[in-house]
């Protein structure tokens, strides 16, 4: 009777932690997820003026001073789980990123991060 008992005990613990770790790591990977990068996006950093990126499904970035492709500078990114790479031709810069909401994002160096908003169609 205790054995069974016992067994059962672990049984239930593991199942217990089993679920917590799940939850866990499905909240890191919303925070971290590069699909959400898809869309345009304005700086919201006091100082820095404007500057947007528009990210696209195929790959392409887009950063300029105005949200409009054609006077914007195109390069190609990598997006992971927490890191983007953006290749500038001769070198690329790398970074973190992290998600506050679907409409929030930190992009960050080492030392330094900046908060991007979601630019809404109107």
């Known amino acids: 009777m205790k054995k069974m008992s016992c067994i ?7 199942f217990l932690i089993s679920g ?15 699909a959400k990068l ?5 700086v919201d950093e006091v100082g820095i003026g404007d500057e947007y990126y ?4 195929d ?9 409009d492709k054609n ?7 990598t997006a992971e789980p927490m890191y983007l790479e953006i290749d500038k031709g001769t070198y ?9 909401s679907d409409d929030i994002f930190y ?10 908003i979601r630019v809404k169609d109107e």
């Open 71 to 77: 006077d914007m500078k195109k390069y190609n990114y």
């Open 92 to 100: 690329s810069e790398s970074y973190t990123f992290r998600f506050e």
């Open 8 to 14: 059962i005990l672990i049984i239930a613990a593991l």
């Open 38 to 42: 898809i869309g345009t996006w304005r």
């Open 107 to 116: 992009l960050g160096m080492p030392q330094i991060e900046w908060k991007y």
């Open 20 to 34: 917590c770790v799940s939850v866990k790591e499905t909240d890191a990977e919303s925070k971290h997820d590069p």
């Open 59 to 67: 790959g392409l970035c887009y950063w300029g001073e105005r949200p």
């Open 54 to 57: 528009i990210f696209t499904e």
